[in-house]
């Protein structure tokens, strides 16, 4: 049985039954696209051109709501509006990390509503079960996909060794609703135990991803979109400040650069489906 590193993004679709998993396999296919663009800016309106900006060449626009100044309720329909108008799937970078009754809250409720607009979100697993359990209990009926965060892309991060086995253990116990990992790396042959599936596919959605430079002076790490899909085996390449850094009111160059990280993902994709 091959591996999900050299089973072609089609053939993994049809394995998986949560539909916010299928979507992105999905939207990758059709839009040829493994990258992921993170909008991290302050204002609406920018946060707003950017997507508008990369919409039509992103499989997923990764945000963190909670960094908008000017937040309101009405921002959410417009979000949606672009994920319609351009096919793109919406992962609320939330890193839920608190006791099942409260993540279940966070993600429900508050100002933000997290559940009810994006299609995955994330959790740190150290709570234990009990944290699927919660955002399960909110996720799962309105067929959202949860990503465990397994690994982290920076400097000295504790989440190495037994950590990130207990996590991938975690998300074999719920294959329901957990539907990969934030990581660095493939997670299949992670912990493995005897009577495990080995069949098991999960998606690896890898932040630090960059070309120009090898990290921000503030711990964030980079790799090259070949090193993390080719050589690493992750599934979809999230690049925040290297699609919008420089100057986030360029819309133009923005586009470029956006288009150059994905021809980058795609081709290393297919490299690693041919090898
Ligand atoms: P950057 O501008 O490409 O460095 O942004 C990376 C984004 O990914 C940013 O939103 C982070 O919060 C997020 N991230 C990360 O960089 N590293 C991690 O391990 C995790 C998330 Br988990």
Redesign the pocket.
Known sequence: MPSAHSLSYAQRAEKHENPAARLLLETIIRKESNLAV?V?VTKSEDFLAIIDAVGPLVCLI?T?IDILEDFDYGLIKKLEELSQKHDFVIFE?R?FADIGNTVALQYSSGVHKIASWSHIT?AHPVPGPSIITGLASVGLPLGRGLLL?A????KGTLATGGYTEEAVRLARANKKFVIGF?AQRRMDAVGLAHGDNEEDDFLILT????LEVKG?GMG?QYRTPDEVVRQSGCDVI?????VY?ADFKNVEAIRARAEKYRQEGWNAYLKRVES
């Open positions: 993170s991290d990764k963190h970078d890193k994330n965060l690994e982290m892309s920076t934030i932040p630090g991803v960059g921000d964030q999230i690049v925040g400040r290297g850094g």
